[in-house]
Each structure stands twice: as C-alpha cells, then as structure tokens.
C-alpha cells in the first residue's frame, strides 16, 4: 500500500496569513492527489484534485502543488471558516489511502 | 443535482454482518467513468477507503479487509450496497459512500459525498 504522511498533525494560524501543509506519499503517485476539508460533524469536501487543479466553487485562496512524492496544500489568506481538519489522498493505486489529517484552527 | 445518501442499521452486534445501502440521484452508475466508493472513519480519526465499484460493474477492495467486503449495485443503478461480514468493535465508525470521479485509470477524488451513516457495534 501507498502510505501518505502528512504534517503537521495540527496548527493554528491568525486570519489572514498563509497557511501551508505538507504530503508525502511512500512512492512517486505521479500528481495523483486530493486534498480534502472536513468540518466537525460533516463529510469530508474535495478542494484539489489532481495534486494541482481547484474543484469548481473553491476559493481560490486554496491551491496545490508538489509532483513525485511531495505534495503540499496553502490557504493563502486564512479565514475563519477555513477552520477543519484537513486530508490529502493518493489515487493512484487501490487501495486508496489518506492522511492522517491536519486540523487547522484560528490562532 | 448529485446527491447520495447512506443508511444502515445504526448498531449491531459483534460476529453480525453489516448491510450498507447508498441511494444517490443526478447521475447513474452505468455512465462510462462512474464510480461509487465507500470509505469509513472511525470517531476522531482519518478516513479509510474500503470498496468501490464501477460502471462495468468491476470491484475493488482494500486488501486489509477484502475477505470480510461485498460490494454490490442494483440493475437499476442507483444504489450500491456493501456488506461487511463478522463485524467487531474495531469496526464502529462512520460509514460514507462518495462519487469517485477517474481520470484513465488514476482516481483523481470524491467529488460529492453522502452525509454518513454512523454505525455502532456493541453487544
């Protein structure tokens, strides 16, 4: 299996700075990579797919990049509800696997 | 409009087999490309991908569990079921079915997920 570690495992960040955290998978996923929201009590919402390209409807203060085996998600400018918990996931071979997840709070 | 919604039997018991039901609307699961994944998450922690199931009617699942997964879709298709066989505490989590959209063969995320179904196995 693909094992993607994630960190930091948590941060706090004031409203409007730049927020950046980091994915690194076991092997090269060739850009195959997801970055995920969750909100307490919600499902998870896709921000990133393809390591790089943003889901229709997310700001675009969200954005992605990394290639090989490290990837990385930034918020340019934290907002209040930018708040959660937050997964990468490879999909370049079953079994699918994710972070470990990093939740983000307002400092 | 997509959408998908899970149900199950909220709390069963340990050795009992877990019967999952994903009902969604706006697309159908016989579009080339289509393909409707489950994926569990225990209280407080990460996500884990279990089972899926394509337009051609393919399975796949996560080898750590294989044994114990079906993962099954109607004739109609609009609903995937999955079944999880002798179940036990390690298995109480919340459970989502979510559209997993594929690029050639690389799946690129679950774009539109299921509220969750939250299941408990206790005796």
């Known amino acids: 299996d693909i094992q993607m570690t994630q960190s930091p495992a948590s941060l706090s960040a004031s409203l409007g700075e730049t927020v950046t955290i980091q994915c690194r998978a076991s092997?090269?996923?060739?850009?195959?990579l997801a970055w995920y929201q969750q909100k307490p009590g919600k499902s998870p919402q896709l921000l990133i797919y393809g390591a790089s390209s943003l889901q229709d409807g997310v700001p675009s203060r969200f954005s992605g990049s990394g290639s090989g085996t490290q990837y990385s998600l930034k918020i340019s400018s934290m907002q209040t509800e930018d708040e959660g918990v937050y997964f990468c996931q490879q999909g370049l071979k079953y079994p699918l696997t994710f972070g470990s997840g990093t939740k983000l709070e307002i400092k | 409009q997509v959408t998908l919604k899970e149900s199950g039997p909220g709390m069963l018991q340990p050795s009992k087999t877990l019967s999952l039901t994903c009902s969604f609307s706006g697309f159908s699961l016989s579009t080339s490309g289509m393909v409707v994944s489950w994926i569990r998450q225990p209280s407080g922690k990460s996500l884990e991908w279990l089972a899926a199931?394509?337009?051609?009617?393919?399975?796949y699942y996560n080898p750590s569990l294989k044994s114990r997964l079906t993962v099954s879709k109607d004739t109609s298709n609009t609903q995937v079921f999955l079944k999880i066989t002798s179940v036990d505490i390690a298995d109480t989590a919340t459970y989502y079915c979510?559209?997993?959209?594929?690029?050639?063969?690389?799946?690129?995320?679950?774009?539109?997920w299921g509220q969750g179904v939250m299941v408990t196995v206790s005796s």
């Open positions: 199931i394509d337009w051609d009617g393919d399975k």
């Open positions: 979510a559209r997993t959209l594929l690029i050639t063969t690389v799946v690129t995320g679950f774009d539109y």
């Open positions: 092997e090269d996923i060739y850009s195959g």
